[in-house]
């Protein structure tokens, strides 16, 4: 009944414009890691929203939304992404509930993160410089802040004197200009305050929702490839993007999940250091970044293109358990005299079909393709199957093919009507499920159970 939203590649696969598209046949959408290193864009009706720590479906009213224990937030950032929507008309209002457990980013995390940014000189990671790494260190080395932790307000409680070492853990590493934990600690009781009515416990929100018959969308930021675990390792980022991410991320049993949608564009991009098997250095990766205007939601910085690589797609499939793909940007390709797809690598004088787990050996990998003819009537816009160019569909039918799952929904533009839903596939089957359950008894307060 509930559905899962993930990358299947590096990040930046249209994840926001799925989630927006899948939001009016649920009532709560709940992220469950990363932070607002994520950058989200979703186009509705010529207004533009770029979501980063929110999950999408607070774009959707009366749709309810949860920030997962999983996620790394950063108090500022929140509040600012909050204002910018309110200007823009999408009022939060009681639809946010945070976790108790999630991490806080605060700025010495930022500031450690440039140090060791700067200590890898050329084996740096390209992080997204939000804190999101230092923050995830501090939660696996204990020492962490939880958002549960901000209502202490005593000088010498837990709260003051975990800042009080870290800020002086800080200091120490950087030097220089000193940073003040008396500063620190009032800021972020002051954050607390504004906090403090969205906090509660997300588990036992999402339990009673479970059993009040709701339906959830659990979404995903980034992508598999950079997932910590079975991402282009140390080339990624410092949370679990994968399936396994949402039962640690959001305090749920693994039969809550249910469907789980892997979003593939129709080509490959990344951002930040790391090997890129498809990645293409000329004007053929120049045209996929300016027709795909591939420029980072969140840091504005260039993406690096090739072409869709069906290894690491079908590593996606196998590592998440995917049910089905949805495809994006078919339309960037729209006007290509033939289009390469990536079946395998070359290493050396071997052959991989599967994924490989030493960065030494992907960086050496070169890709093998297969060469699909290209299609001259655009697809740009198309919102039927049927109306697909012949080898569009050969395009698609082959993805399917290489990855061994359906493709369920094919995204042709950037508004929210560009999009196919292909008929009787996963994505048509579970709306026509059922709609969003308005008979049902509202589900619990957001704050039932918090501490
Ligand atoms: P971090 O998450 O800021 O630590 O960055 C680690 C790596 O993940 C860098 O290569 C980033 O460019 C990449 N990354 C983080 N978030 C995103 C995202 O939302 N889309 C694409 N790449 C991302």
């Not at 260039?302 to 949805?326: E, F, I, S, T």
């Amino acid at each position: 009944m509930n559905i899962a939203v993930i990358g299947a590649q590096w990040g930046d696969e249209g994840k926001g414009k799925v989630v927006d598209l899948l939001t009016p046949n649920v009532s709560i959408v709940a992220r469950y890691q990363g932070g607002h290193n994520a950058g989200h864009t979703v186009r509705v009706g010529g207004a533009e929203f770029i979501l980063h720590l929110l999950p999408s479906g607070i774009l959707h009213p009366g749709v309810r939304c949860v920030i997962g224990n999983g996620v790394v937030i950063d108090p500022v950032a929140l509040f600012s992404e909050i204002e910018t929507l309110a200007a823009q008309g999408v009022e939060v209002g009681d639809r946010l509930l945070i976790s108790d457990r999630a991490h806080v980013i605060l700025p010495y995390h930022r500031d450690l993160e440039a140090l060791s940014e700067a200590r890898r000189g050329d084996q740096r990671i390209g992080t997204t410089s939000r804190g999101i790494g230092p923050t995830y260190e501090d939660k696996a080395g204990r020492r962490g802040i939880r958002v549960a932790d901000l209502g202490d307000a005593s000088e010498d409680g837990f709260l003051a004197s975990a800042i009080r070492a870290n800020v002086s853990a800080r200091n120490e590493a950087l030097g220089g200009p000193e940073a003040d934990w008396r500063a620190l600690h009032a800021e972020v009781r002051a954050a607390w305050r504004r906090l403090a009515g969205w906090v509660g416990d997300a588990s036992v929100f999402l339990a009673r929702a479970f059993e009040a018959g709701e339906r959830v969308l659990l979404e995903g930021a980034q992508g598999t490839l950079l997932d910590i675990d079975h991402g282009t390792y140390p080339f990624v980022t410092s949370s679990n993007a994968t399936v396994g991410g949402i039962c640690t991320g959001l305090g749920i049993g693994p039969r809550a999940v249910g469907s789980v949608l892997g979003i593939a564009k129709a080509y490959t991009t990344r951002v930040g250091e790391g090997p890129l098997p498809t990645e293409l250095h000329g004007a053929e990766g120049d045209l996929l970044r300016e027709s795909g205007r591939e420029y980072g939601a969140s840091t504005g910085r260039p993406r690096r293109c090739g072409w869709y690589d069906a290894v690491a797609v079908r590593y996606a499939v196998r590592v998440n358990g995917l049910d089905a793909l949805a495809v994006t940007k078919l339309d960037v390709l729209d006007g290509l005299d033939e289009i390469p797809l990536c079946t395998a690598y070359r290493h050396g004088e071997g052959l991989l079909t599967e994924f490989p787990a030493s960065p030494a050996i992907l960086a050496g990998c070169r890709p093998v393709y297969e060469r699909l003819p290209g299609w001259s009537r655009p697809t740009a816009g198309v919102r039927r199957y049927g109306d697909l160019p012949p080898e569009a569909r050969a395009y698609l039918a082959r993805i399917e093919a290489l990855s061994g799952v359906p493709v369920a929904i094919i995204s042709t533009g950037s508004d929210r009507a560009d999009t196919i839903l292909v008929r009787g596939g996963l994505v048509d089957r579970w709306q026509a499920g059922r709609a969003r359950p308005v008979s049902q008894p509202r589900p619990p307060a957001f704050n039932a159970g918090s501490s």
